[in-house]
C-alpha cells in the first residue's frame, strides 16, 4: 500500500512479532520499521526473515522508541502497532477514510483479547468491553481517549506539526500525543470496527505492573496540564456497565473481576502517586533525537 508505512516497537517480543509483522504485511504495507529497545530474546532474528522489515536497534524509552520509528518511515501515513498485537485483512484499508477530515490527525482501533485462554487476559478483557460499553453509546466513531498507538494510522504531517512524541513520558508517550495534537487543533478517532487483536498480560504480576506504569503516566500527564482525572470518572455507570457486561459473558469467572480491580485500581494509585511527584527526565534523554 502506497505511502503507508508501520512503525513497531519492540522488547523481548519473541512470541508475537511474527504475526504481527504479518498482519501488516497482509495489509499491502511495503515499509515496516522494527525499533527495538535492546531485546535479549529472538525477537531480531525473527523481524529479521522479513526482507520488507528495517530494523532499528536503540536506546530509550518507548516514546523515544515510537518517535524514531516514524521519523524514519517514508510514508504519509503512519501506522503504530503494539508488537503484541496483530489486525485482521483490510484493516488499514478501512482506517484511512477516516483521515479525509484534514483535522483528524489519527484514527485507532478498538482492542479485542487475542488470548482468551489465559484468566488474567480475560479478566484485562473485560476491562475493555465494560470501557466500550461507556464510549460507544450512541456512535461507532468517537473521540479516543487513550491508548492510540496501540493500533492507530496517523498522518506524518500532524505528527511534524507537533514534533512527534515528548521523550520526557516513559509512559503513557501515547495520552502526551493525545494532548500535544488536541492543544494544536487537531483530533483523534476511534472506532468501533476494524478491531485490533492484543496479548493482553497473562499474571497477575505482569497485569500490575502494567498498570502502575499507566498510572505513572497519567500522573506525569496531569502534574503537567493540570487535569483532574479521578474526578471525570462516573463510578455509578461503570457499575451498570459492569453488571450488564457480566450478564451478557455469563460466566463464572466474571466473579473475580472484583478482585482483579482492586489490585489494578491499587496498582494505578501507586504509580500515579508517583508520577504526581516526580520531576522530569533526565535532558540527555532529548539528545537522543539527535542521534
Known sequence: MKGVSAVIATLNSERTIGKCIESVLRNGLAEVVIVDGGSKDNTLQIAGRYSSTKILDIEGNIAYAKDTGWRMARGSLVLFIDADAYIDDGTVHSLIPHLSDESVA????????????????????????????????????????????????????????????????????????????????????????????????????????????????RGLLVRETGERFYLKRNLIKLLLNFLKVTAEIRSISVLAYPIYRLFTEISFILGYIRGRRSRAQPRNIHDQRKG
Not at 475493555?128 to 479516543?144: A, N
Open 106 to 217: 489519527g484514527v485507532s482501533c478498538r482492542v479485542s483479547c487475542a488470548n482468551p485462554s489465559k484468566f488474567w487476559a480475560r479478566m484485562r478483557d473485560l476491562d475493555f468491553k465494560i470501557f466500550y460499553r461507556q464510549v460507544f453509546m450512541d456512535s461507532m466513531v468517537v473521540r479516543c481517549p487513550t491508548e492510540p498507538t496501540m493500533c492507530g494510522l496517523f498522518r506524518r504531517k500532524a505528527l511534524e506539526d507537533v514534533d512527534g512524541f515528548d521523550l520526557d513520558y516513559p509512559y503513557a508517550e501515547d495520552m502526551k500525543l493525545i494532548n500535544k495534537l488536541e492543544g494544536r487543533g487537531y483530533w483523534v478517532k476511534m472506532v468501533y470496527e476494524p478491531t485490533v487483536y492484543h496479548h493482553h498480560r497473562e499474571s497477575l504480576k505482569d497485569v500490575c505492573k502494567q498498570f502502575y506504569q499507566h498510572g505513572y503516566g
